[in-house]
């Protein structure tokens, strides 16, 4: 079954250092890909996408990831974490052009950061 | 960026009520909308698509007697929950994708609903 993996479901890391997310998807095809942000009693917003092309990918408030088609993974880095970006990070995945662009979520992974 | 608004943000119904929430694409045409479900600490599962002037398409699992979803226009879809029960209690987010546009999706801030 076709499937979107984030490993880890809390995270915390002090203020200044750096952070990666991890996700996996298990697709036969390139998916398209997605970071999400969510903060407590919001909707979502996007962080960054990867449809094709360069690999790494440069998103929103200095967040990085890099699309990694031999390990089928999508890891969401910055490399020095604000206490504002404590919040619920959420990796999607759509498959094709087709099928009404239907975005399957990973589980999510709470970051919280020490100040 | 594309902005997709929904109303209410909060409400509060006695249980066997039904509740309609309201998604709206501010500046730009949505011909599909979706309409995801989140419970507490965990991931948005989706409920249904919605494709303006035709019926939405239920997923697995997802009573569409129970929900039922109007995509009237091209900037606005709803869902009603119909006869709710605290168990429906949830936040529920509708995104939009831009008519033409592939893959990306926009959210709305969410609705909480509680049933008492």
């Known amino acids: 079954a076709q499937s979107v993996t984030q490993p880890d479901i809390h995270i915390t890391v002090s203020e200044g250092a750096s952070l990666e997310l991890r996700c996996n998807y298990s697709?036969?095809?390139?998916?398209?890909l997605f970071w999400y942000v969510q903060s407590p009693g919001q909707g979502l917003q996007l962080l960054l996408k990867y449809f094709s092309g360069d690999t790494l990918v440069q998103g929103i408030k200095g967040f990085e990831a890099e699309f990694k088609r031999s390990q089928s993974s999508f890891n969401l880095r910055k490399p020095s974490v604000h206490w504002s970006d404590a919040a619920e990070y959420f990796c999607a995945v759509v498959i094709g052009t087709g099928g009404g662009n239907k975005l399957t979520f990973g589980t999510g992974t709470q970051l919280k950061v020490e100040l | 960026g594309a902005v997709v608004s929904q109303h209410p943000s909060w409400v509060i119904c006695k249980s066997g009520t039904s509740v309609k929430i309201e998604c709206r694409s501010l500046d730009f045409q949505a011909t599909t909308m979706f309409w995801y479900r989140q419970f507490p600490k965990q991931s948005l599962m989706l409920m249904a698509t919605s494709n303006e002037g035709s019926k939405a398409t239920y997923e697995q699992g997802v009573e569409k007697d129970k929900f039922l979803i109007n995509h009237a226009s091209l900037t606005l879809s709803t869902l009603t929950v119909t006869s709710a029960h605290p168990e429906d209690s949830s936040f529920y987010i509708c995104?939009?994708?831009?008519?033409?546009?592939?893959?990306?999706?926009?959210f709305g801030e969410g609705s909480r609903l509680t049933v008492l």
């Open positions: 995104s939009a994708r831009a008519t033409g546009v592939t893959g990306e999706l926009f």
């Open positions: 697709y036969g095809a390139t998916p398209y």
